[in-house]
């Protein structure tokens, strides 16, 4: 449903409570509209073999537009538009016959009408279809097709497919290894807003050693982690514990920690105990320091196995106990992740 010019000229210079009502207004004049029709307004058209009336036959069925919803009915209408290269009629049963609605679940029917779609430019069927192909599990599995796909629909604009694309890249995944095909389909992606991608190029720029990139990958990060991805929130921390690409302020750091930390992210849980346990960023505590290790610890991360450890063994934050110290630093030691020197010294600790 169109709104006129006019009324949007009205609408900008109404007050805000006038605007939300006159949107709720539109909502249910749009929600009344839709509930309005039902296969009695295209019938006639549809039984002419007029091929747009088919599809919205097809609509109703599937949505319960002024009937009963009706998959199979919906699958019915949608073939005899898609018989005639109605597009959006082609792309609907595709769908059908992958998810096995209304139909047998057929994935080589859903390729067959995911490609009619395609060949027309549906960029979505595009990526839909290279998701199938991808599949290892999937019959019809095929690399070479599925990253065909995937570039398809990375040119049409699809960010999803741009991400997929550039994992494939960067995994050497159907395809060659290419670092620099990776960064640039994870950027077409991140500036089309797709949150995975811009946390992924920022992790990538980070770790490129190239310090002219850092403030570009905090730029991303801060996108992500604003947006909820808690493995932004805490590689952002890090960032501004650091002072990599930021300037170095522990208050900020222990924000993104706590925020990431509170949603199970390991690395911010272990961080945040360090900050706890310094002062860095939060009032010194090391009751709090030792409950984000052992939340750490529990979840395998070894940095926050041989802090626990510590803290047991010095009886930091907790009350001391050579049993349970003992028994994180063995576990932090057969990590294999300690240096030689504090290794050595778990070794002596243990033998005590």
Not at 121 to 135: E, P, R, S, T, V
Not at 246 to 261: G, H, I, L, R, S
Request: include cysteine.
């Amino acid at each position: 449903m169109t709104v006129p010019y006019d009324t949007l000229t009205t609408m900008y210079r109404m007050t805000t409570m006038q605007l939300l009502t006159a949107l709720l207004m539109l909502y249910i004049t749009h929600a009344a509209y839709c509930q309005s029709v039902s296969v009695d307004n295209f019938i006639k058209e549809a039984q002419k073999g007029k091929k747009e009336a088919q599809y919205n036959m097809g609509v109703c069925y599937e949505k319960g537009y002024g009937t009963e919803v009706d998959m199979a009915q919906a699958v019915t209408w949608y073939t005899l538009a898609a018989e005639q290269g109605f597009l959006k009629a082609q792309y609907n049963l595709a769908l059908c016959y992958e998810d096995g609605l209304g139909t047998e679940k057929d994935l080589a029917q859903a390729v067959h009408w995911y490609t009619l779609a395609a060949q027309q430019g549906h960029a979505k069927a595009m990526y839909n279809m290279a998701l199938l192909y991808a599949d290892t599990t999937n019959a019809i599995h095929d690399c070479a097709l599925a990253i065909q796909w995937y570039t398809a629909a990375a040119e049409g604009g699809i960010p999803n497919a741009q991400y997929m694309l550039a994992r494939s890249y960067l995994d050497g995944h159907c395809t060659k290894q290419d670092s620099l095909q990776a960064m640039h389909w994870y950027k077409q992606a991140a500036d089309n807003g797709n949150i995975l991608s811009q946390t992924a190029l920022g992790l990538l720029l980070i770790d490129d050693k190239i310090k002219d990139n850092d403030t570009i990958a905090v730029q991303y990060l801060n996108k992500a982690a604003i947006r909820g991805n808690t493995r932004a929130q805490a590689t952002l921390g890090s960032c501004y514990y650091r002072g990599q690409g930021v300037p170095q302020n522990y208050d900020t750091a222990a924000y993104w920690y706590f925020k990431a930390a509170n949603k199970g992210n390991v690395e911010a849980q272990t961080n945040l105990g360090v900050c706890y346990q310094n002062g860095h960023g939060v009032e010194q505590d090391y009751t709090m320091a030792v409950k984000y290790y052992n939340m750490a610890a529990y979840q395998n991360h070894d940095l926050a196995k041989y802090n626990l450890g510590l803290c047991y063994y010095y009886g930091y934050g907790v009350k001391q106990d050579i049993r349970q110290a003992k028994f994180w630093l063995d576990k932090a030691l057969q990590s294999g992740k300690l240096d030689n020197r504090t290794a050595k010294w778990v070794e002596k600790v243990l033998q005590e």
